[in-house]
């Protein structure tokens, strides 16, 4: 009997395809492109094959919400969602890790399991609050200024 466990642990990816015709990045993916009509063939025997892009990185969030109502299966009282943009402006959805969820936050997105273990697994995206950088705790520790108070220089 062969030991796959030898060979580390499985990688999970989601991926947009990519236009070979105009290079426009969907998820999830057409079958004819919007941009430029170019038909995307599953089987790859008739028509050009698109390109598999992994999705991760750095993105936006655009809106979220909380899910209640789950299935028996999940120990979590709520699950929350979010539909983000990338810098690419590619646009996807899914499980939302953040404390205090507000539209315009910065996340990084990363493909990880969403549901179940082992075989009965499913992978999704999981999108996470940035680690703030040394800019942006410094503005913070900065005190609000008042109404119609200026920096000082006229």
């Known amino acids: 009997m062969v030991d796959f466990g030898q060979y580390g642990p499985e990688k999970y990816t989601v ?7 105009c290079g426009k990045l ?8 919007r941009e430029c009509g170019t038909r995307r063939d599953p089987s790859g025997l008739k028509f050009s094959e698109w390109e598999k892009v992994p999705i991760g990185g750095r993105c ?6 909380r899910l209640f109502n789950l299935p028996s299966d ?25 404390a205090q969820p507000a539209e315009g936050m910065l996340l990084t997105a990363r493909t990880d399991v969403v549901r179940g273990s ?6 999704g ?20 200024r008042e109404v119609g108070e200026t920096s000082g220089r006229i």
């Not at 983000?84 to 953040?98: C, P």
């Not at 995206?125 to 005190?143: N, S």
Request: hydrophobic share 45%; aromatic share 12%; net charge neutral.
């Open 26 to 33: 969907f998820y999830p993916e057409p079958m004819v492109c």
């Open 60 to 65: 936006r969030l655009l809106t979220w919400t």
């Open 118 to 123: 082992g075989e009965d697994s499913q992978c």
């Open 125 to 144: 995206l999981v999108f996470e609050e940035m680690a703030p950088t040394a800019v942006q705790l410094k503005a913070k520790a900065l005190p609000p």
């Open 15 to 21: 991926c947009a395809r990519k236009c070979p015709k």
């Open 74 to 98: 999940f120990a979590d009282r709520f699950l929350l969602f979010g539909i983000v943009e990338f810098d690419d402006g590619l646009r996807a959805s899914g499980r939302l890790v953040a």
